[in-house]
């Protein structure tokens, strides 16, 4: 049974920072490439970053580019979001996600096979 559960997230103030953890099991880790989303209320999911099966390619858009650090341990089976200089439109509920062993140019949900149920991460003062 695959299984990918999120931890870490809470509130922290902006400026702050956060480190995400998604641990997966059920299926062959090393062999998928790795995502984060996160959804906003009344807003869409969004890709936040990508890190390839091998740990040689990551994805970043630019609003969080600089700001949000992806890791992955292949021995853990387990993915990392580093998120500094955190901001208040940064809040929402943040998603982990299996997919094919390579990261595309733009990750969007439908091209991941796997999810998590996520952790919500508020920033405010």
């Known amino acids: 049974q695959v299984q990918l559960v999120e931890s870490g997230g809470g509130l922290v103030q902006p400026g702050g920072s956060l480190r995400l953890s998604c641990a997966a099991s059920g299926f062959t880790f090393e062999y998928y490439a790795m995502g984060w989303f996160r959804q906003a209320p009344g807003k869409e999911r969004e890709g936040v970053s990508c890190?390839?099966?091998?740990?040689?390619?990551?994805y970043y858009p630019d609003d969080v580019k600089g700001r949000f650090t992806i890791s992955r341990d292949n021995a853990k089976s387990t993915v990392y979001l580093q998120m500094s200089s955190l901001k208040p439109e940064d809040t929402a509920v943040y998603y982990c996600a299996a997919g094919p062993p390579a990261c595309p140019l733009v990750p969007t949900a439908a091209w991941y096979d796997y999810w998590g149920k996520g952790t919500l991460v508020t920033v405010s003062s």
């Open positions: 890190i390839s099966h091998s740990n040689d390619s990551t």
